[in-house]
């Protein structure tokens, strides 16, 4: 049964750091592109930042750039998201996903498999 964990998360001041930490069991995807996703309250679940197989290509959002950084170990079947300069817009239930193919796409409706969510809250 495949597994996604997501883990990292918590209560951050504005401008400071965490790195959440995607642990994938089950299987491996080290042929696959991986995605991190968010959902803030009232608002739909929305990409932020994908990685493809290899780590060769990675893609994020405006609002996100030059802050938030992906990457992965495919060893450990882990996927990571390093996020800096946190701000209170970035508080969301932040989700990894895993593609359906090695290439980064940031349409939700390309993940075959999701995790849980870890809750991210940056306070002003």
């Known amino acids: 049964q495949v597994q996604l964990v997501e883990s990292g998360g918590g209560l951050v001041q504005a401008g400071g750091s965490l790195r959440l930490s995607c642990a994938a069991s089950?299987?491996?995807?080290?042929?696959?592109?991986m995605g991190w996703f968010r959902q803030a309250p009232g608002k739909e679940r929305e990409f932020v930042t994908g990685?493809?197989?290899?780590?060769?290509?990675?893609y994020a959002v405006d609002s996100v750039k030059g802050r938030f950084t992906i990457s992965r170990d495919n060893a450990k079947n882990e996927v990571y998201l390093q996020m800096n300069s946190l701000k209170p817009e970035d508080t969301a239930v932040y989700y990894c996903?895993?593609?359906?193919?090695?290439?980064?796409?940031?349409?939700?409706?390309?993940?075959?498999?999701w995790g849980q969510g870890t809750q991210v809250t940056v306070s002003s």
């Open positions: 990685i493809s197989w290899n780590g060769g290509t990675t």
């Open positions: 089950g299987r491996t995807f080290s042929t696959r592109a």
């Open positions: 996903a895993v593609a359906r193919d090695g290439s980064v796409t940031r349409l939700p409706w390309e993940y075959d498999y």
